[in-house]
């Protein structure tokens, strides 16, 4: 059974940069079937899309936060990675990693998600 | 950007049919995926391809997209049915994500 599990700072300074770690168990990050991707849900907000990155290491970013975010993989770790830019109290959320399944196939396995806070 | 409207709140009695809609330009031409929450848990995928059920999907969900619209239907609904639900489709490669919709089964 496929596991993606979040890890990284639960604590980030405002204008610091948030950075975050899913590693995957139970198949492979080099599938080429699947992206891997991030997702964050503000308290009592909906779900919005940050970005997903494929084996290739070719990526995708939501146009709204383009230019504070980098996705990484590391195929030798089968990890993928989060780094996002100049944070403030509103990117202050439950931040998901998970594996997206080919267009149309939908998100099919999530991580039990990390809570960030920008403080000071 | 492309956007996914869904209706903030929807209320359903015990047994009766509860349909969730998700509004956006031609997504019918796409496809739409639903997404289950229920608190403190991660999103479950209970609809893709707008009308297929993954494994383990109770039966009484259905989906379907025509026009600007797609719907999630939730035939006989029960109290575990009570939960926030999510849209979503794809754009130019990257998800989209409606609003959300908080089910309530009363």
């Known amino acids: 059974q496929l596991q993606v599990q979040e890890s990284g700072p639960g604590l980030v300074k405002p204008s610091e940069t948030l950075s975050l770690t899913c590693s995957v168990s139970?198949?492979?990050?080099?599938?080429?079937?699947?992206?891997w991707g991030w997702i964050r849900q503000p308290p009592g907000k909906g779900l919005e899309w940050i970005g997903s990155?494929?084996?290739?290491?070719?990526?995708y970013y939501n146009p709204s936060l383009n230019s504070r975010v980098t996705i990484s993989i590391d195929t030798s770790k089968n990890q993928f990675s989060l780094k996002l830019t100049s944070v403030t109290v509103a990117d202050r959320a439950v931040y998901f990693c998970?594996?997206?399944?080919?267009?149309?196939?939908?998100?099919?396995?999530w991580g039990r998600g990390a809570l960030v806070t920008v403080s000071s | 950007s492309y956007e996914l409207t869904q209706p903030p709140s929807v209320s359903v009695s015990p047994g009766l049919t509860a349909s969730i809609t998700c509004s956006g330009h031609?997504?019918?031409?796409?496809?739409t995926c639903w997404y289950q929450q229920k608190p403190g848990q991660s999103p479950l995928l209970v609809m893709y391809?707008?009308?297929k059920r993954p494994s383990g999907i109770p039966e009484r969900f259905s989906g379907s997209s025509s026009g600007n619209t797609a719907t999630l239907t939730i035939s006989g609904t029960q109290a575990m049915d009570e939960a926030d639900y999510y849209c979503?489709?794809?754009?130019?490669?990257?998800?989209?994500f409606g609003g959300g919709t908080k089910l309530t089964v009363l």
């Open positions: 031609k997504l019918g031409d796409k496809y």
């Open positions: 998970a594996r997206v399944a080919m267009v149309g196939l939908g998100v099919d396995y």
């Open positions: 979503q489709a794809w754009d130019s490669g990257s998800v989209v």
């Open positions: 990155i494929y084996y290739t290491e070719k990526t």
């Open positions: 391809q707008d009308t």
């Open positions: 139970g198949g492979s990050i080099s599938s080429s079937s699947h992206h």
